[in-house]
């Protein structure tokens, strides 16, 4: 682990300019550490991926335990492409069901299942392990960035 830090770029002039730009990059480094270190220790330990175990959590907390897709894009900041996929696998794994909104005929509601629930709580402990050590401490790079494909 090597410990990152964050700097503006070269040729940046202006100290509020900088700070600006320091604090921007130190907020997108934490993020992708944090998204990075979520999303390892819940595959390891649930065969869960982070966005997965987000939409369990969003489903999990409401009365119902269910949703329209709409409504779980804007909680989990996905678009409804790629919550539909991520829906889709969690789906398949029987973690969660769809239905027709009875409201509106257009609209699909997601319900947590059983084992959906069974498996949320389950990764809950470590998810909130992996939030409190890696939002407080200092930014240290874990997650090498995967490397780029020239097509």
């Known amino acids: 682990m090597t410990v990152t830090k964050v700097s503006a770029g070269p040729g940046e002039t202006g100290a509020d300019a900088s700070a600006d730009v320091r604090e921007w990059r130190e907020l997108l480094a934490r993020h992708a550490d944090l998204t990075c270190a979520l999303d390892r220790a819940l595959q390891a330990g ?15 907390e409401l009365p119902e335990q269910s949703a329209k897709v709409a409504t779980i894009a804007k909680s989990v900041h996905l678009s409804q492409s790629a919550l539909s996929r991520v829906i889709g696998r969690l789906e ?18 997601v319900r947590l299942t059983d084992e959906g629930l069974r498996r949320q709580t389950e990764a809950q402990p470590t998810q909130r392990q992996v939030l409190s050590q890696r939002l407080h401490a200092p930014l240290v790079k874990t997650c090498e960035p995967v490397p780029s494909v020239d097509a």
């Open 46 to 60: 649930h065969a869960l991926g982070m966005s997965e175990y987000e939409v369990l959590e969003r489903l999990a």
């Open 92 to 109: 398949v794994a029987g973690l969660v069901e769809r239905h027709m909104c009875p409201e509106d005929r257009r609209a699909v509601n």
